[in-house]
């Protein structure tokens, strides 16, 4: 377990890398103002679920698996990884990306906004 979240980490890493601009430069200090459109659903604290599952340790876990969380089929089933980049384009059309989700969230259109949250989360809200 600790080794795959290891290499899911570093693949997220790598990914990070490879798409540059894009993705590279989220701003965890201003990722934290836009956290603040999850918050009514989401915590930063482990196991505290709220309408949505806690996102502690969202960055390198597979898809549907925070722990107590009653999650929908579509997300379960979804067979994907959050990393920067999946986390991007979910964030970007949450019912596109993952269709049949729950998420009931309209997404963040602006590039930027994504960027930064994500590194909000990959800080652990520090
Ligand atoms: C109205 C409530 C609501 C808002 C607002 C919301 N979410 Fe969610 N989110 C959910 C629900 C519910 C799920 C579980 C979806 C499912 O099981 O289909 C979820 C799932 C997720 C997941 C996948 C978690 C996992 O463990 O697989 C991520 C990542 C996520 N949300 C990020 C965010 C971010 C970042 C924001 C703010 C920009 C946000 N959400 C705003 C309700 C919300």
């Not at 980490?9 to 990722?31: N, Q, Y």
């Not at 502690?56 to 722990?67: C, K, S």
Request: proline share 3%; aromatic share 8%.
């Amino acid at each position: 377990m600790v080794r795959y979240l290891f290499s899911a980490v570093a693949a997220a890493g790598l990914l990070t890398a490879i798409s540059g601009a894009a993705l590279a430069d989220g701003d965890a200090e201003a990722g934290k103002k836009v956290f603040n459109k999850c918050k009514i659903c989401h915590t930063l604290e482990a196991g505290v679920n709220k309408v949505g599952p806690s996102l502690a340790g969202v960055v390198g876990r597979p898809a549907g698996t925070g722990e107590g969380f009653k999650y929908s089929e579509a997300m379960a089933g979804s067979g994907l990884t959050w990393d920067a980049a999946t986390i991007d384009q979910y964030l970007a059309d949450p019912k596109g990306f993952v269709p049949g989700n729950k998420m009931a969230f309209v997404g963040l259109k602006k590039e930027e906004d994504r960027a930064n949250v994500i590194a909000y989360l990959q800080s652990g809200g520090q």
